[in-house]
């Protein structure tokens, strides 16, 4: 059975603080690992990895893939209270059917 | 980008009574649609697929005489939650399969709150 697990679960930090976001996964047909912001409603795409080592960076935040250790991280660089949410992490082993991790919940206090 | 709306965006119903919910494609065809439950401070739970002009497919666990689903075009699906119960209330997120492969388009969620 596909299987995504995230790390940690609950997280808190201040403003201005670097935090790291793990994925880590076990699926039978690897295509990609997609990340989501998800604030009040619906999931925001932030990034979509399909390959090993290569970083994916948007403004303060940044994500790579390790395919041989089956795990991705997010990176969030100088946090802002406007980063409190969940993070998802999610594997769509076929066309869009994904296996959502459990999420992180960040909260960012000033 | 591609944009999902869902209709309505809260909804709050008595016990036994049914509620549909619209997913829509705006501005593209999504032939294959996802419906997901999320309860607070979890994870979405995909519920079933739902392909444009065939039965949809369910999850295990999920009751599909519950949750009725109909995808009679391609920029419409509809989640229909018959008998509502209060264990039903939760938050309910479609998605339509994107361009790019693999990338999902997220509806803004429908809160369902049954009394």
């Not at chain 2, 509502?84 to 309910?92: G, K, L, M, R, T």
């Amino acid at each position: 059975e596909d299987k995504v697990v995230q790390s940690p679960l609950s997280l808190v930090v201040h403003e201005g603080d670097t935090v790291t976001l793990n994925c880590s996964y076990e699926v039978t047909n690897f295509r990609s690992l997609l990340w989501y912001k998800q604030e009040k409603k619906a999931p925001t795409f932030l990034f979509m990895l399909t390959s090993s080592g290569i970083e994916k960076k948007s403004g303060r935040l940044s994500s790579i893939l390790d395919k041989k250790e089956l795990f991705s991280i997010l990176n969030i660089t100088a946090t802002q209270t406007g980063d409190s949410a969940i993070y998802l992490c999610a594997v769509p082993p076929n066309a869009g059917k994904s296996t959502f991790g459990d999420g992180t919940t960040l909260t960012v206090k000033p | 980008g591609a944009v999902v709306s869902q209709h309505p965006s809260w909804v709050i119903c008595k016990s036994g009574t049914s509620v549909k919910i619209e997913c829509r494609s705006l501005d593209f065809q999504a032939t294959t649609m996802f419906w997901y439950r999320q309860f607070p401070k979890q994870s979405l739970m995909l519920m079933a697929t739902s392909n444009e002009g065939s039965k949809a497919t369910y999850e295990q666990g999920v009751e599909k005489d519950k949750f009725l689903i109909n995808h009679a075009s391609l920029t419409l699906s509809t989640l229909t939650v018959t008998s509502a119960h209060p264990e039903d209330s939760s938050f309910y997120i479609c998605s339509a399969l994107g361009l790019v492969a693999y990338e999902q388009y997220f509806g803004p969620g429908t809160r369902l709150t049954v009394t």
